[in-house]
């Protein structure tokens, strides 16, 4: 997890595109200024950021079933729960599924775990749009290789 | 009136916090009712779910935007019924939407 540059997942352990779903892990960093302020003397990850989380994960996996041809955009976060601390040096672990896949949107469910222990869940609603600038398409490219994206997975015409 | 305007009635009531009785089948979603892009998102979430299709946004949105269409023809309620009983009746004969 780099914190710095908003990277919030580390890799990708499984890619399922028959069933729209994705697992995948980050490791919540020992330290960081972060958690010097939330909060001194306990330091916890911000929900904000597991919601990001967890909106970056199916980021992932709307990727996959879009086979980098549009760019999932965050639209809408329902139902966000925080349901147990995450403290530094933890591994989340966060699954994401596909909801549903409408016209030019996509609905996904998350649900991050340390260990077994359901820590967040989130209903998270895209808007999916052709990437805005071939750069931006490029760099999606070399991250999907830095977090294991399995591109032998995506479904070729 | 349809059902299917009734159930696209209170999807939107419940989705936007809009009184029920303020909705008409004449009111026109953005015009009317202030409907914006995000919550139209999540009233098409909420029919596509309640009708099992998947209404065409994008290509209604491109006709409208070609000068093919007017956006009365899609997002007037008593004109999006009529659209998504079509729908409906394209999934039912198996034809897709």
Known sequence: MDLDYFKLIDRIVDLNLGERTIVVEAQIPEKHTIFEGHFPGFPIMPGVLLTEAMAQSSGWLLLGVLKFERMPFLAIVKEAKMRGFVSPGQLLTIEAKVEHEGSGFAVTKAKGRVGKELKCSAEITFGLAPFPDPAFRVHMDAMATKVGFPLQALPHD | ?97
């Open chain 2, 1 to 97: 009136m349809s059902s299917t305007y009734d159930q696209i009635a209170n999807i939107i009531a419940e989705t936007c916090d809009i009184p029920r009785d303020t909705i008409k089948p004449e009111s026109h979603a953005i015009d009317d009712l202030g409907i914006d892009s995000l919550d139209f998102l999540d009233i098409a979430f909420a029919i596509d779910k309640a009708f099992g299709i998947k209404m065409p946004l994008e290509k209604w949105t491109q006709e409208v935007n070609d000068g093919k269409a007017t956006t009365e023809q899609y997002f007037v309620l008593k004109n999006l019924a009529d659209r998504i009983d079509e729908l409906v009746a394209a999934k039912n004969a198996g034809t897709g939407a």
